[in-house]
């Protein structure tokens, strides 16, 4: 059950803004999990009891725990009780579900028209006489942004999480932490979904993101950055190029206006003036070591350190150092970078 549970999701996720080709892909895999669970517990059956997810299997994995959490959220959303995947479900009719589902958590009309779909069965809510009411209840006991953005921001996470690439000498589970940690901390102010759904215009610049976010977090680590600083930085990080999105001929200034205009809470300013300085060469740190100006120079390094395995796959030590000699960051940086991201030379 947890491999269907995440496989719906992923669903889920794709189907909010994603492409067609990439939707049909994920039905096409959750389909085949879907029929695997199938072949031994003859159905797949997910509903919603007092508010949490329910399946036909007790024990669904603490792996699914974010999967079942975002379903049960968009299920109660969209005010469906029950879901059932019908065996001969093809991946086009499946696509089409998850669509639905998700424009139906905020129209009723959409909500309506669930129980019809083919290839799913689902059996939606009893509703009051205004089948509205219960959406915007939930509306008012949420965040002022409300149960659309709320939702976007389950899904951004999880895309982000499930679409982590694979880093040389970070484990798995700390990239992921890192991710998880970053993400919250933009989401914990007013507008920080915004840039977030902007980097999910440009699948490869929000790889990019992700893997120099990763590396700028463990490398400032190493290099004694206090934990509670890191989030910040990290999301500084993620977001450093923005500015290509926004304008490719000036994307340090593009991205310092924009990223200014959503607020003055510290975060705002630290990711502008990294989006703006990144690119500069950085050949000393300030002297408390970790100001503005030593976030963009940990940034550039790991923007230096990701091309590189972008380009080659490895990274040469010998190169990076040379950079540093050249003024590109400071070279005590260099010193901390974990061994197993350089490859032998």
């Given at each position: ?8 999701w992923s669903l889920l996720s794709v189907s909010h803004g994603g492409e067609e080709t990439e939707r049909l892909a994920v039905a096409a895999d959750a389909v ?181 976010a990763v590396l700028t977090v463990l490398t400032a680590r190493a290099a004694g950055w206090p934990d509670e600083r890191l989030a910040a930085l990290g999301a ?60 963009a120079a940990l940034v550039r390094l790991a923007a230096t350190i990701e091309a590189e395995l972008r380009r080659d796959g490895r990274v040469c030590q010998d ?27």
């Open positions: 059950m947890q491999r269907c549970l995440v496989a719906l085949r999990v879907l029929g695997e669970h199938v072949a031994v517990f003859g159905e797949v059956r997910l509903a919603v009891v007092a508010g949490v997810l329910a399946t036909d299997v007790a024990d669904f994995g603490t792996g699914a725990v974010a999967a079942a959490h975002g379903l049960a959220a968009t299920w109660r959303a969209a005010a469906v009780a029950e879901v059932r995947p019908k065996r001969d479900v093809t991946p086009a009719q499946l696509a089409a579900w998850a669509v639905a589902m998700v424009q139906a958590a905020t129209s009723p009309s959409v909500r309506a028209s669930l129980p019809g779909l083919p290839g799913v069965a689902v059996v939606l809510l009893e509703l009051a006489d205004d089948p509205v009411e219960p959406l915007r209840r939930l509306q008012r006991a949420s965040e002022p942004r409300g149960v659309d953005s709320a939702l976007r921001s389950v899904y951004v996470q999880h895309r982000l999480i499930t679409g982590l690439p694979t880093l040389p000498g970070v484990a798995p589970a700390t990239a992921k932490a890192v991710v998880q940690m970053v993400v919250e901390r933009l989401l914990s102010l007013p507008g920080g979904l915004e840039p977030l759904m902007l980097l999910q215009q440009n699948g490869a610049l929000l790889q990019t993101g992700i893997r120099v500084a990080a993620l977001l450093h190029d923005l500015g290509s999105i926004l304008d490719e001929l000036r994307p340090g200034p593009s991205s310092f206006a924009w990223l200014l205009e959503h607020g003055t809470d510290d975060l705002w300013l630290g990711c502008a003036l990294v989006a703006r300085t990144w690119r500069q060469d950085h050949g000393a740190l300030d002297e408390a070591g970790r100001g503005g100006l030593a976030a190169r990076i150092e040379a950079a540093a000699r050249a003024g590109a960051f400071p070279a005590e940086l260099v010193a901390v970078v974990p061994d197993a991201v350089f490859a032998e030379v």
